[in-house]
């Protein structure tokens, strides 16, 4: 056995962990887990972003109803007012 | 790939152009209008319109029964602060397309003092009435309404009496 082989053997050679070694990793494992009030507070944000985003669809499409409402309702007052006026002339000629 | 979306594209321009029965190329006219409304209401426009039109009032119930069977409605009206803004030429792009067989005038109305001229017009296929164009034309104004699909005429001016507007009796002389 050379001094080469002597010195890797002293260096790989099994070493035992420190008796309080799994306690420290387990402690750091459970730091690192997310809390149950983060897990239930991110639920919370997906539910509200849903809400938020439904409730905009909405009021965006019945404010498009109500748009599309006023503009019908605008065409036919024109239209009605038109044909008042042309029956007006036709009462007014008939006279 | 290409050739597919130029049928696409072809097949929408015609279905647009067959929901407007007149074409109205009169946006020029806006820049001299001191008040002007442009509408253009297509059929999917209408039936949506109409789940926003309550049953309940009188005025949005009558409309509501009237779009039902609409295919859309196009609407330009321009009001000029004085006379002479517009010329008849620019009209008669529109009359041009109303001397098509398939419309008849039911209606002309000339108005010697006021210089106005009010006309209603009738499309119909198969001895049944799927559009209507009302014209009228003042020296200080300008309107054109076309309805496309079965209008009822006597419905649209029972509106007379609502919508704000006032009624006018007409006299029938036996």
Not at chain 2, 33 to 53: K, M
Not at chain 2, 92 to 102: D, H, K, N, P
């Amino acid at each position: 056995m050379d001094w080469l082989e002597q010195e890797l053997k002293n260096t790989l050679a099994r070493k035992d962990p420190p008796p309080d070694f799994a306690r420290r990793v387990l402690r750091g494992v459970a730091r690192r887990a997310p809390s149950p009030v983060w897990r239930h507070s991110r639920w919370l944000a997906a539910a509200a972003a849903v809400v938020v985003i439904t409730g905009g669809a909405a009021a965006w499409r019945e404010h498009q109803g109500f748009v599309a409402k006023e503009q019908v309702m605008l065409a036919f007052r024109i239209a009605a007012v038109k044909v008042n006026h042309i029956q007006t002339h036709i009462q007014e000629a008939a006279r | 790939m290409t050739v597919l979306r130029t049928l696409a594209l072809v097949v929408a321009a015609a279905a647009l152009l067959s929901a407007q029965q007149l074409k109205f190329n009169l946006d020029y006219l806006a820049a001299k209008a001191s008040d002007s409304v442009d509408l253009s209401l297509n059929g999917a426009t209408l039936q949506f319109a109409a789940r926003f039109l309550s049953s309940k009032d009188a005025d949005e119930s009558k409309v509501k029964k009237m779009i039902a069977s609409l295919d859309g409605i196009y609407i330009r009206t321009f009001e000029f602060k004085d006379a002479g803004a517009w010329a008849p030429a620019d009209l008669e792009g529109v009359r041009q397309q109303l001397r098509g067989s398939e419309w008849s005038r039911i209606v002309g109305v000339k108005s010697g003092q006021e210089g106005e001229n009010a006309e209603i017009y009738v499309r119909s296929e198969n001895k049944k009435i799927n559009g209507v164009a009302i014209l009228v034309s003042g020296p200080k104004e300008l309107t054109i309404v076309n309805i496309v699909g079965p209008v009822d005429l006597d419905s649209l001016a029972s509106l007379g009496g609502h919508l704000g507007i006032p009624k006018v009796e007409i006299t029938k002389h036996k």
